[in-house]
């Protein structure tokens, strides 16, 4: 996002915008030195309180972190109102923070937003899809002949059960996505739509995703009966030029099963998960 210019006069760029608080700065400081020819980058580190000259340019190129005192003094410098403030400082944790779960934290305060929320809702909802295994789960119990779109329905009828609150965001979430469409009788079916999601939160969201079904996955050897669920495990010890054929081997697999219930004409009936996993149980030999 660029900043926006009208009758030769450069607006100053929206942070809701933004995913990426560097490219809020670079846009930010575009726009406020096509104002003042004379504003400097020196400038702005000065009326942020802070004494390194590079300090700007070093941050926008991704070359030096900031902490949250110095994004409070970036903000306080752009003299952004309090809950845009809030919501660069939101950026900065996001975009900086190496732990998964402080990623997905900072996250989770920008969509609590308001603002972001009115302007951006659409990809707060892409996230939701991947992230909270129960849409999904929504969108394909949508498919059986008996689906009702009430949520008391629905909560019902899936396992681990959810809330009614729970069914009724999925609903308007699929719906918003066009992940859903109303047939004739304006029952809610699945519909072929494109799942976009920003790719600065892609990776998170496709985490969080198999976070929650490997939990349930783990949760259904105590929950079902071993005639409705099927595990399988291997505990091998391969060379590391291996694992590159093995990954694809399980994508391979997928496509398999996938174009098998595809091919099937009968009506789903039931909803299931199938999680095809491989990860390391050890660390590599040394050296390798």
Known sequence: MSPTV???????????DYLDFRAFLRDWYAARSAADPSFSKRRFVRLAGRTSPGLFGDVVDGDRKIGPDTAR?????????????????????????????DRRNAWERILATRSFQSLRRIEGHSYAYLARWWIPVVRELAGRKDFDPDPAWIAAHIRPQITEAQAREALATLL????????????PRPADAVLTTPHEVQSMAVHAYH????????ESI????????????????????????LKNELDAVQERLLALADGFDDAPEQVIQIELAMFPLSDRTEGA
């Open 6 to 16: 009208h009758l030769g006069v450069v607006s100053p760029p929206i942070v809701y």
């Open 176 to 187: 918003e996505l066009g992940m859903l469409m109303e047939d004739e009788s304006g029952v």
């Open 73 to 101: 003094a970036f903000a306080k410098a752009m003299s952004l109102p309090r809950e845009e403030a809030d919501f660069f400082e939101s950026l900065v944790r996001f975009c900086q923070a190496t732990d998964p779960v």
């Open 211 to 218: 976070k929650g079904m490997l939990g349930l996955a783990v």
């Open 222 to 245: 105590d929950r079902f009966p071993a005639e409705e669920r099927h595990l399988l495990g291997a505990t091998l010890s391969v060379p590391l030029r291996l694992v590159g054929a």
